[in-house]
């Protein structure tokens, strides 16, 4: 079983940033591919980024390559989530999820799922 709590939302200006955390506890995180998602008002919910259980490989959205960039520290049972360059469009509850494939997570299945973190950004 695997708990993931989500922290670092908040209210950003247009071009500012914020790293948003995925707490996980559980033992066996590590061995979890890990990914972010999102869901803004009146829409369903979008895959942002992924990354492997050993954190050699990531992906993301064309919308926010570039500007997001997902990590792991598996030492501190954490996933992050690194935004900068935010846009107004990018405003939505974040979400972080746990599955055994990135490939699962990239079409939005994942075992375990966080509660969200709410992102705002000002024009």
């Known amino acids: 079983q695997v708990q993931l709590v989500e922290s670092g939302g908040g209210l950003v200006q247009a071009g500012g940033s914020l790293r948003l955390s995925c707490a996980a506890s559980g033992r066996t995180f590590s061995s979890y591919a890990a990914g972010w998602f999102r869901q803004a008002p009146g829409k369903e919910r979008e895959f942002v980024a992924a990354i492997t259980w050993s954190g050699t490989t990531t992906y993301g959205v064309d919308s926010v390559k570039g500007r997001f960039t997902i990590s792991r520290d598996n030492a501190k049972n954490t996933v992050y989530l690194q935004m900068n360059g935010l846009k107004p469009e990018d405003t939505a509850v974040y979400s972080c999820?746990?599955?055994?494939?990135?490939?699962?997570?990239?079409?939005?299945?994942?075992?375990?799922w966080g509660q969200g973190t709410q992102v705002t950004v000002s024009s």
């Open positions: 999820a746990a599955d055994t494939a990135t490939a699962r997570l990239r079409v939005g299945v994942g075992d375990y």
